[in-house]
């Protein structure tokens, strides 16, 4: 169920930090965390199987099932949560799957993850002329933060952001929790 070199498995199981120090379980043995790595910025998040896999054939029949709700559940909540703290609002939430352990030399054992990545209005002012904010977005996010005109409000680079990301986890967990909770009673 769980390989102990992979982080994805530390990751799912608590055994190794996150951006935020906060691990959300969600239904059908579904884990989030918000990404941590150096492209990231604030409120791009980590969705992943808490067991070990690593494509979509991997899944089980319970993690599939789960996993279109959990995802539109995330964004609900995410849309929920940001314009309290931000005054801004999430105009998209890509839902983004690389295999990118695959083109690792030697190649990593990396648990699948999928990236959901908020584009709000902020994120898109500050632009050179010729790029319009969907371009820009869409087929660079993981440029995103590097550009110079990217508020420096969502920066999370180098630790950058801490209690934030721990503010927008919370009520991630807080929001994500109840709907979960109202889903369960409709079912019953």
């Not at 995410?78 to 990118?100: G, K, N, Q, S, T």
């Not at 933060?145 to 420096?152: E, G």
């Not at 409000?153 to 952001?161: D, E, F, I, Q, W």
């Amino acid at each position: 169920m769980y390989e102990s070199d992979c982080r994805g498995c530390r990751i799912s199981q608590g055994l190794q930090a996150v951006r935020g120090n906060i691990i959300i379980e969600l239904d059908g043995d579904w884990v989030l965390n918000h990404y941590g790595g150096d492209e990231g910025f604030l409120g791009w998040l980590a969705l992943q199987p808490k067991f070990h896999r690593m494509d979509f054939p991997d899944l089980t029949p319970k993690e599939l099932a789960s996993l279109g709700g959990n995802i539109a559940r995330i964004a609900k909540a995410l849309r929920h949560c940001w314009p309290d703290r931000f005054a801004d609002l999430i105009e998209r939430v890509y839902v983004v799957y690389f295999f990118e352990s695959a083109y690792d030399d030697p190649p990593t054992d990396f648990h699948m993850h999928i990236h959901m990545i908020p584009r709000s209005r902020k994120m898109g002012e500050g632009k050179s002329g010729s790029e319009t904010p969907s371009a820009v977005a869409a087929w660079k996010t993981s440029c995103l933060a590097s550009q110079p005109w990217f508020p420096d409000a969502y920066r999370t680079r180098n630790g950058a952001r801490e209690e934030e990301v721990r503010e927008l986890m919370d009520c991630l967990n807080l929001h994500l929790a109840s709907q979960q909770r109202s889903s369960h009673r409709q079912c019953q």
